[in-house]
């Protein structure tokens, strides 16, 4: 089973961690792995120790780069990509290049989907206001951090790790 192509919709902590499995089982495998945002793998469970100066370098979030992916495991990683399609019965993923806007279509042997989640908003008047935000990502992260010094009280609503 040498020469198949597994697609990987989703980095960070799920999609990276199968990656890096998926080559350990197999290192004939194609394996790429598409991230929306600019970030493939970093320590999601830093995030609130970044806001709180615990952890004051934010380069200290970072867990692997997509060099270290393509050095360390053969692994292709293209961030800053957003999965717009799958097509099944093709087995294709129509992919975007968000920093270029170009789009490709990607062929597969094997497709993992591990797109992560979404904040949920709960139905509260109000919630829309500014500096009301949700905490997923270091982008997210810079800006809970960056309005800090005007803040004067803060909720945390919600459950999980974060």
């Given at each position: 089973?040498?020469?198949?192509?597994?697609?990987?919709?989703?980095?960070?902590?799920?999609?990276?961690?199968?990656?890096?499995?998926?080559?350990?089982?197999?290192?004939?495998?194609?394996?790429?792995?598409?991230?929306?945002?600019?970030?493939?793998?970093?320590?999601?469970?830093?995030?609130?120790?970044?806001?709180?100066?615990?952890?004051?370098?934010?380069?200290?979030?970072?867990?692997?780069?997509?060099?270290?992916?393509?050095?360390?495991?053969?692994?292709?990683?293209?961030?800053?990509?957003?999965?717009?399609?799958?097509?099944?019965?093709?087995?294709?993923?129509?992919?975007?290049?968000?920093?270029?806007?170009?789009?490709?279509?990607?062929?597969?042997?094997?497709?993992?989907?591990s797109?992560?989640?979404s904040?949920?908003?709960?139905?509260?008047?109000?919630?829309?206001?500014?500096?009301?935000?949700?905490?997923?990502?270091?982008?997210?992260?810079?800006?809970?951090?960056?309005?800090?010094?005007?803040?004067?009280?803060?909720?945390v609503?919600?459950?999980?790790?974060?």
């Amino acid at each position: 089973m040498t020469g198949k192509r597994i697609l990987i919709v989703g980095g960070v902590a799920g999609g990276a961690s199968c990656a890096t499995r998926i080559r350990r089982l197999c290192e004939e495998y194609e394996i790429i792995m598409f991230e929306k945002g600019s970030y493939v793998s970093f320590a999601n469970c830093g995030l609130p120790y970044f806001i709180g100066d615990v952890i004051v370098e934010e380069e200290k979030l970072l867990v692997a780069t997509p060099e270290l992916f393509k050095n360390r495991f053969n692994i292709q990683v293209c961030s800053d990509t957003e999965v717009l399609a799958i097509d099944r019965d093709l087995k294709t993923l129509t992919v975007r290049d968000l920093k270029t806007g170009v789009d490709r279509i990607e062929p597969y042997d094997a497709l993992v989907l591990s797109t992560g989640s979404s904040a949920v908003w709960p139905l509260i008047e109000g919630i829309d206001l500014p500096g009301i935000h949700a905490l997923r990502t270091i982008p997210d992260s810079r800006k809970i951090r960056s309005e800090l010094p005007d803040m004067k009280h803060a909720v945390v609503m919600g459950a999980g790790y974060l």
